[in-house]
């Protein structure tokens, strides 16, 4: 198994605490995004390096700026 990336790892996990925050199901969340449930639960698991587009549909979904979430990243 490949070594996960720390960002990678680390920026899903700040994204996990933001949705629980507001608070919804990965599910819920997924749909809202509309993005499929099992990617955006890999993101979260830090097992996709996503793109900034995608990022930023996460984002706006959270109610965040893309500034935001990378500020919950060490």
């Known amino acids: 198994m490949a070594k996960?990336?720390?960002?990678?790892?680390q920026l899903g996990q700040a994204i996990r605490a933001r949705r629980l925050a507001i608070p919804l199901s990965q599910d819920d969340f997924a749909d809202r995004i509309h993005m499929h449930r099992a990617y955006y639960s890999a993101i979260?698991?830090?097992?996709?390096?996503?793109?900034?587009?995608?990022?930023?549909r996460v984002a706006k979904g959270l109610g965040v700026t893309l500034g935001a979430l990378f500020a919950d990243v060490d």
């Open 4 to 9: 996960k990336n720390l960002l990678v790892l």
């Open 44 to 56: 979260e698991r830090g097992e996709k390096n996503i793109t900034l587009a995608t990022l930023q």
